[in-house]
């Protein structure tokens, strides 16, 4: 018998599919079904969201993976009074369609469409905005703590994954929950794997707990047996010695939890009841649940991993063959990270859980011994690479923008006041598209450019890319090349040359008009300049800024304009503004960049159009002040 899944693979969208998902708005009509129901109800929804996330692109594996723990827990729980805290929100595309938002899922990610992540603004059951992973417990424990304290009757839930139980805010929160006299559920998504594949000693730990089956037959075992003899209550009062006996005292109840499971979280009618009862019980819980990502569709759960954000595909075919065009700055990082090694012999790489994202594949393939992933946790990224340089090692650091502001104090503290030759390679700055704010790189020129000892660089195409890196590398002081999202302009060569530090250079010569162009910007910048015969400078380095070219370009130009795709507040172009005034030189200087404003989702092209850093937004900008 096939599933409803299978059936869409293969035949396409049928809208017959979903005739009892079609009549659910709202959690409260999900309750009114009967149990059986459910499972019905399951294969349409996993088959609504394949269908959608095949027209949309999104992310796939991960909520073909929750389908059930999804329904079972707002069947069991009234929602929204009571409260589901997701971590990341990768899963919660099951969530947003049992709760209104089915027909919005079609806009999924764009302009003035729907989050791919929780967000407060977006729905009432969206009870706590997430995209960065590991914020769950400490939320959902500060809501159960608030609760009390109102005298207000509710259950808290987080759910969190087994690659976000890596990060030490979880056991922080956990550490917390456990000494408090608060109703707090604690649900492991287990599907052993979080982007890209967990490691680690807990990876481990939950792998052993996954044997626990045995001790979960045994208790079963005795619980019937024992009910026989009428001394059930007994040994239930005695459970934790029966464990004792069967499985050593888990992690989770060490910290405080009463540990329940693992449970299959694809099996309604293990699901339903477990949460049910549950719901009954006092203190903090700990709920086990075992998934697969992809379940369903077969493809996803052979390679979950690709079919972590795909774009549009035809879920009958899968995910059309690869392209070959120009190579991303990811790409571009992973195939100067291959050539250093092979002349670098201290060179090691870390990455906080990012490989397939950081373009770090073929690396760790070819140099495992030099590889680090060391899973969702970058604050221990950024000190175990300080470490690693204390002993002459050359750490680089490969970790998204938005991610490194966890890092912040490991990266001052640890990193920058000791001085310690760490190069980070900063992905993903500026706007990145369908994940949003949470994701932008929005602030790393800021604060990082206030930070001593630190050198900060910005490369305006492929093989300047590769000049930083390697520039970087080589330096005897922390550093960071910071490079956006998306397809590197130019064509990066295989070279491994360096820059002269803090050295901008002119790429067009003009009149009146100096386009101090940061990065990406420069294409942009060179486009308008054209149209209004500007000077244009590729100013490479935020820091230590070229504050000699910066002089030189005031002193031939009436106006001068800085463009960046970061915040303009405490920007590069107010370092800028800052050498010009440090200088004593008064100059009218028009700074263009992201604004005082969070960027939502939505395609990255139309995005910097809509804030106008595009060739067009800077020419008319300039325009509105050039001086006569």
Request: glycine share 10%; proline share 5%; hydrophobic share 40%.
């Amino acid at each position: 018998m096939t599933t409803i899944t299978e059936e869409l693979g293969a035949a396409g969208y049928n809208p017959s599919m979903y005739e009892l998902l079609k009549t659910i708005d709202d959690p409260s009509q999900l309750r009114t079904l009967e149990r059986r129901q459910l499972r019905q109800l399951a294969d349409e929804l996993r088959a609504f969201v394949l269908e959608s996330v095949s027209k949309t692109g999104g992310h796939l594996s991960s909520n073909l993976g929750t389908i059930e723990l999804t329904i079972a827990l707002h069947y069991v729980f009234d929602t929204p009074e009571d409260r589901i805290v997701w971590d990341v929100g990768h899963q919660t595309y099951p969530h947003k369609i049992l709760t209104g938002r089915r027909e919005a899922m079609a806009r999924l990610r764009m302009i003035d469409g729907i989050s791919g992540f929780p967000r407060r603004a977006e729905s009432k059951y969206d009870t706590f905005g997430t995209a960065h992973s590991s914020t769950s417990i400490s939320a959902a424990l500060g809501m159960a703590v608030a609760a009390k304290a109102k005298g207000e009757k509710r259950h808290c839930i987080a759910v969190i994954g087994d690659g976000a139980m890596s990060a030490g805010m979880a056991y922080e929160a956990m550490n917390n929950a456990g000494a408090m006299d608060v109703d707090l559920l604690v649900i492991l998504n287990d599907n052993e794997m979080s982007i890209s594949r967990p490691v680690g000693a807990l990876t481990n730990y939950l792998a052993r707990l996954l044997s626990g089956r045995v001790y979960s037959s045994a208790r079963r075992a005795s619980e019937h047996l024992l009910k026989r003899v009428g001394v059930w209550e007994l040994a239930r009062r005695a459970e934790e010695h029966m464990k004792g006996m069967v499985t050593p005292s888990t992690l989770f109840e060490e910290f405080g939890f009463n540990y329940i499971g693992p449970i299959d979280g694809h099996d309604l009618d293990a699901l339903v009841p477990t949460l049910t009862n549950i719901k009954k019980l006092k203190g903090p819980q700990f709920l086990h649940v075992v998934t697969r990502k992809g379940q369903g569709y077969k493809l996803a759960e052979d390679d979950p991993i690709a079919y972590h954000g795909p774009g549009r595909f035809n879920p009958a075919e899968g995910l059309p063959k690869a392209v070959v065009a120009r190579p991303t700055y990811s790409q571009v990082f992973g195939q100067w990270l291959c050539d250093m090694a092979e002349r670098e012999a201290l060179l090691v790489a870390i990455t906080p859980a990012m490989r397939e994202g950081s373009g770090m594949v073929e690396y760790s393939e070819r140099f495992p011994q030099r590889y680090f992933d060391v899973g969702i946790a970058e604050q221990h990224a950024v000190t175990f690479a300080a470490g690693l340089a204390t002993e002459g090692m050359k750490p680089v650091v490969a970790i998204y923008s938005t991610f490194l502001q966890r890092g912040y104090d490991q990266l001052i503290h640890d990193v920058a006041i000791q001085n310690l030759p760490v190069l980070f390679a900063l992905d993903r700055g500026g706007l990145v598209g369908g994940d949003g704010a949470t994701h932008n790189g929005a602030f790393d020129f800021a604060y990082l450019r206030t930070v001593p000892n630190l050198t900060v660089m910005a490369p305006s195409d492929a093989a300047e890319c590769r000049q930083m890196l390697s520039t970087g590398l080589q330096l005897d002081s922390p550093a960071a090349v910071r490079y956006p999202r998306g397809a590197a302009l130019g064509e990066p060569g295989n070279e491994l040359t360096t820059l002269p530090v803090g050295k901008g250079e002119i790429r067009r010569q003009g009149k009146r008009i100096a386009i101090l162009a940061f990065g990406a910007m420069l294409k942009p910048a060179l486009e308008a300049a054209q149209a209004l015969d500007a000077t244009v400078a590729n100013m490479r380095f935020v820091k230590p800024l070229d504050v000699a070219l910066v002089k030189q370009l005031a002193a031939a130009h009436p106006l001068i304009v800085t463009v960046e795709e970061h915040q303009v507040m405490g920007g590069a172009g107010s370092a800028v503004c800052e050498a010009l005034a440090a200088a004593g030189i008064e100059k009218r200087v028009l700074l263009l960049g992201l604004p005082d404003r969070f960027i939502d989702h939505g395609d990255p092209a139309r995005l910097l159009a809509s804030v106008g850093l595009d060739a067009e937004g800077i020419r008319r900008a300039i325009e509105s002040v050039k001086p006569d």
